[in-house]
């Protein structure tokens, strides 16, 4: 029981992460019908500036976290203004493919500025450690649930409730009527990348004191998108409740089964999930007549 237990907590925790990064793809996607493979490269290239900053800077934790989330609003917000907002419109073939380009491009400038070298980064919450009747709880994986929650309930309400929100909202739902009505369609959208770029950061620093972050640490993305479907693509609270049930299953998996296993399940359960319910957990079943 103790060792099941340890392992329902270390699945939630890397969960939370593949829900953040999942976020990122859902919030994009609401407001501009744009999926985003970049994503997880996205959160690469912000990990690799907070070790930057951090590490090679010599900044406190929490400043360098700020810079880098900051530097990186800014590249997700240029990379929607210069790049993708161009070919809105077009085929979604295109848009996936500029997004899979927009991936391997920021691959190919982080290998040349850092290298292929892994790097890690030590957090305030590295050290500690919870042994609670045998169970022993790393703080590393506390802060991974702690963090994600304290930014979904940050996020949540402002898409709810705030006027920004409701805007984007009303983008996402008709992007020409929102237009005619007066919002700046083009802005909101520059502001969802920043943001997705912004939490992506925050997913790439949370996750770093688990795993070596790298050049290839972006093939988080991949299982991200699997959370985000499994979810449902259109839903915030789905892609965190699709994160953590695909980290537990990749977890369990990799225990239950064979290790082999434990890269392929997450995918595996997104095909079932698409089988069964296609629209996901949370997403909302959408019919065109003809």
């Not at 103790?2 to 907590?9: G, K």
């Not at 500036?49 to 990186?72: E, H, Q, R």
């Not at 009747?133 to 702690?146: D, E, F, M, N, R």
Request: net charge positive.
């Amino acid at each position: 029981m103790t060792e099941i237990l340890q392992l329902t907590v270390t699945g939630i925790a890397v969960g939370c992460i593949y829900g953040l990064v999942a976020l990122g793809f859902v919030l994009i996607y609401k407001v501009g019908e744009v999926v985003n493979f970049a994503q997880g490269d996205i959160m690469m290239l912000g990990a690799m500036l907070a070790i930057t900053f951090i590490v090679s800077f010599k900044m406190n934790y929490w400043m360098g976290l700020g810079l880098a989330v900051v530097v990186m609003m800014v590249v997700g917000a240029l990379i929607d203004m210069i790049v993708v907002r161009r070919i809105v419109g077009y085929p979604q073939f295109a848009i996936v493919m500029l997004t899979l380009g927009i991936g391997f491009v920021i691959r190919s400038v982080a290998s040349f500025v850092w290298g292929p070298n892994a790097r890690t980064l030590s957090t305030p919450f590295s050290a500690g450690m919870w042994n609670i009747q045998g169970l022993a709880i790393s703080h590393t994986y506390i802060s991974l649930i702690v963090g994600t929650m304290l930014l979904c309930t940050v996020l949540y309400p402002v898409f709810k409730y705030t006027r920004v929100g409701q805007a984007m909202q009303a983008a996402s739902e008709n992007q020409l009527a929102a237009y005619y009505m007066g919002i700046p369609v083009k802005r909101y959208m520059s502001l969802v990348w920043a943001i997705s770029a912004g939490v992506a950061t925050c997913a790439g620093v949370l996750l770093a004191p688990v795993t070596l972050v790298d050049v290839n640490m972006g093939s988080i993305g991949l299982k991200a998108f699997a959370a985000a479907v499994v979810g449902g693509f259109g839903s915030i609270p789905g892609a965190l409740i699709g994160g953590i049930v695909i980290g537990l299953v990749e977890i369990l998996a990799g225990v239950a089964l064979d290790a082999a296993w434990r890269d392929s399940s997450p995918f595996v359960v997104m095909l079932v999930v698409l089988l069964v319910r296609p629209q996901g957990i949370f997403g909302s079943s959408v019919r065109k007549k003809v």
